[in-house]
């Protein structure tokens, strides 16, 4: 029976994530120090840890099956493998950044310029598209500095908070994508490995359905139940359910955890009392 090795950053940004995540779709994973590799005991699968540039070159070749990385480092890294599925955290985007002081007022401005960067096949890809001819000063990290110590003009680099930016004095003026984790899969998969993946994102699209919404349960004053439907715009119909005094109802329902406090607030309008909400592990549907 084939088994599916995905591989995974084996330190920086997705790591704690990717590893909650499988952990979470309940995978038994034990990763000792320095292990780079460890089986799954209880899921067709194996976990290599990788350094994060690595993976789309392991997973094109078929070292690995499938890889948890960045969509910036997908696109960086040219490599033809497959993305399968968009995980929805380590959100960032890859933006051209330029110093405060700089009178930037488009994308022109950027011609003849120095533009310090750790993509530099995104930034190619990017100045080509928009046939813009700047020079790209490749750096592997710290290149926030660039700008300062007079290295390049302006930079290229991935944007989350902005706190980075914000503390070297640079501004954000072009974003060449969005990113966040995600998975991807070498073309070669054999039927049985397709299964695992298949079962495996099931999973995860499960668990991360989970994390968006909760459970929330409440009494209501019989005459206000109809006003109940009107708030809550659950998965199916709210369950409502009797209780021993006559003049309320119990309510259970499924909630997206952005509308939460909009929802409690209409509900304590028509009455509601005793709301309690709990988080859900996963949602299948
Ligand atoms: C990235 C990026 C910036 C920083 C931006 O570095 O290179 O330095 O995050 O994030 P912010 O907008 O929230 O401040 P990261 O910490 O991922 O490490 P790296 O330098 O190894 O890329």
New binding site residues.
């Given amino acids: 029976m084939s088994r599916l090795k995905i591989a995974i950053q084996k330190s ?2 997705l790591f704690e994530d990717t590893l909650k995540l499988l952990k979470d779709a309940a995978l038994k994973i034990e990763i000792s120090d320095r292990q780079l590799k460890t089986s799954v005991s209880n899921f067709g699968a194996d976990v290599l840890l990788l350094r994060n540039s690595d993976i789309p070159e392991y997973v094109a070749d078929g070292v690995a099956d499938i890889g948890v990385i960045g969509y910036n480092t997908l696109v960086e890294s040219q490599k033809k493998v497959e993305e399968v599925y968009r995980l929805g955290f380590a959100k ?1 985007r890859l933006s051209i950044a330029v110093p405060k002081d700089s009178n930037y007022r488009g994308i022109k401005d950027l011609e003849g310029k120095k533009i310090a960067t ?1 993509y530099p096949n995104s930034l190619r890809i990017f100045l080509e598209k928009n046939k813009i001819s700047a020079k790209i000063v490749e750096i592997s ?1 710290s ?2 500095i660039a700008p300062q110590i007079g290295m390049a003009d302006y930079i290229c ?9 914000f503390i070297n004095n640079l501004e954000e003026k072009e974003v060449l994508f969005e990113s966040e984790a995600c998975v991807i899969a070498q073309k070669n998969l054999s039927d049985s490995q397709k299964t695992i993946l298949k079962d495996l994102l099931f999973r995860i699209e499960s668990v991360l359905n989970g994390r968006k919404h909760k459970y929330i349960m409440m009494n209501v004053p019989k005459q206000n139940i109809d006003k109940v439907f009107e708030i809550l715009n659950g998965l199916k119909s709210p369950t409502i359910l009797s209780l021993a005094d006559e003049n309320w109802k119990s309510v259970h329902s499924v909630i997206a955890i952005k509308d939460q406090w909009e929802i409690v607030q209409k509900l304590k309008e028509i009455g509601a009392e005793d709301i309690l909400i709990t988080s859900i592990e996963e949602i299948i549907p």
């Avoid at 680099?157 to 902005?162: A, E, F, I, K, P």
Wanted: proline share 0%; with cysteine.
């Fill in positions: 920086g940004r960032c750790s990290g290149v926030e680099d991935l944007v989350s908070s902005g706190n980075t930016l």
